[in-house]
């Protein structure tokens, strides 16, 4: 083989090639490196002499099927200049590695399409290698994420693992990239995020969010001039939330066993869009009884539709008027229930009017939110969580699909 083969095929560079051998399956290459090209590697100084050798293996890109070993002997020099005796600097790999730089980019973008443990399997090293090549490649990419030019973001928190595991994820709205994950949840996990858009100079124009008065709290102290746009898709599930526990409350004060029977089971009925509703399974069917038999319910139930059109109207102004009928027919219901998520709405107006400056929601949050914990199962959990960081500020540079 060629020493310009050597450079072609595997990035190596300023060496000769002197000879193969094939071992247990894998192909040894051996190369040298030339006299008259040794260096100090403390001053680069050329005035060096030669003191014996240190053989070293270095994993290499594979040859078809073959699993490939390059062998160096890695000349020790004395620097008439520094003194004492010194390895020179190997150019093909990184500083104590045990594969090339070439083998790491093979690596990485194999782990664009396999899990870990493939890529490590399906070139016979241990995971941790894998680990560590495609760890610190994430970490140049993407530990440092732009945040100069950042307008529009979402902030919202997800649910990981067992227990009250939280992180807290934010996104840049114009890119889709994950810009900040931290540990656990509220005001406080989103500190260090302040401090990195003060120093950054960035000018967040709009923050989309659920309506949690800490996330309102840390908005307003740490982006003065942003304007919050509270989620809607957050505002129908914390309705959804009081719907629900209505109809466990009318389950429960039900005197006929008819009452019961109806009410049973009907929850998620109750949850889904009426669009959504399988007649085969007779769920419109079941959901007009429970209706008819507890007209709360069903006032609750025809409120929460008509809340849904408050996001298609023309324009803001309309809007408005559409929030203000909908929050004096709350009042006026007699439900509790509703009486109370009117004051809700109220005591955020101008955050739901505010989707009409800003069409923003979490909405492509909550994309990212489904993504990461289809990351996680893949890789049955992370025990190394600024691994699993990287990997989530990577999401929208990969493509996930379930293995296997």
Not at 10 to 34: A, D, K, S
Not at 157 to 184: D, M, P, Q, R
Not at 248 to 259: G, I, K, S, V
Not at 260 to 272: A, D, I, N, P
């Amino acid at each position: 083989m060629s020493t310009s083969l050597l450079y072609h095929g595997f990035g190596i560079r300023g060496y000769h090639y002197t000879g193969t051998e094939y071992v247990g399956g894998r192909v040894l290459m051996w190369i040298e490196q030339p006299a008259e090209d040794l260096r100090c590697p403390q001053c680069g100084s050329r005035d060096v002499t030669r003191r014996g050798t240190d053989v070293r293996q270095f994993h290499l890109v594979p040859i078809g099927s073959k699993h490939a070993t390059l062998v160096f002997p890695v000349p020790r020099v004395v620097c008439s200049h520094c003194e004492g005796v010194r390895q020179v600097r190997i150019l093909f790999a990184g500083e104590r590695r045990s594969y090339t730089l070439a083998f790491e980019r093979y690596v990485v973008d194999l782990s664009h399409h396999m899990t870990l443990l493939d890529v490590a399997r399906h070139l016979d090293v241990g995971w941790w290698i894998v680990k560590d090549i495609v760890k610190r490649y994430l970490t140049r990419r993407f530990a440092r994420p732009r945040l100069k030019g950042l307008r529009e973001i979402a902030i919202d928190e997800i649910s990981i693992g067992k227990g009250h595991h939280y992180l807290t994820v934010v996104l840049n709205l114009t890119t889709g990239a994950v810009i900040f994950v931290a540990e656990g949840k509220g005001a406080e996990a989103l500190t260090p995020f302040w401090k990195k858009l003060r120093a950054a100079h960035a000018h967040v124009t709009a923050v989309a969010m659920d309506m949690g008065p800490a996330y309102i709290a840390a908005v307003q102290e740490n982006l003065p001039g942003a304007v919050i746009v509270f989620d809607h898709f957050h505002v129908i599930k914390l309705f959804n939330e009081k719907l629900a526990n209505l109809r466990r409350a009318l389950a429960r004060e039900a005197t006929e066993d008819l009452h019961k029977e109806v009410l049973k089971g009907t929850r998620w009925l109750l949850l889904k869009n009426p669009e959504n509703l399988d007649d085969r399974r007779d769920e419109r069917k079941r959901l007009d009884e429970a209706l008819r038999l507890n007209k709360p319910l069903a006032t609750a139930y025809y409120m929460r539709e008509d809340l849904r059109q408050l996001w298609d109207q023309p324009d803001k102004a309309t809007a408005e008027r559409v929030l203000q009928d909908w929050i004096a027919r709350a009042q006026a219901s007699g439900v509790k229930m509703l009486q109370d998520f009117a004051k809700t709405l109220a005591g955020h107006r101008s955050g739901i009017l505010a989707y009409y400056d800003y069409r923003i929601s979490t909405g492509p949050l909550e994309g990212t939110n489904t993504k990461i914990k289809l990351l996680q199962r893949k890789a049955y959990g992370f025990r190394d969580m600024q691994f699993f960081k990287l990997k989530i500020m990577a999401l929208h540079k990969s493509r996930i699909d379930l293995v296997g």
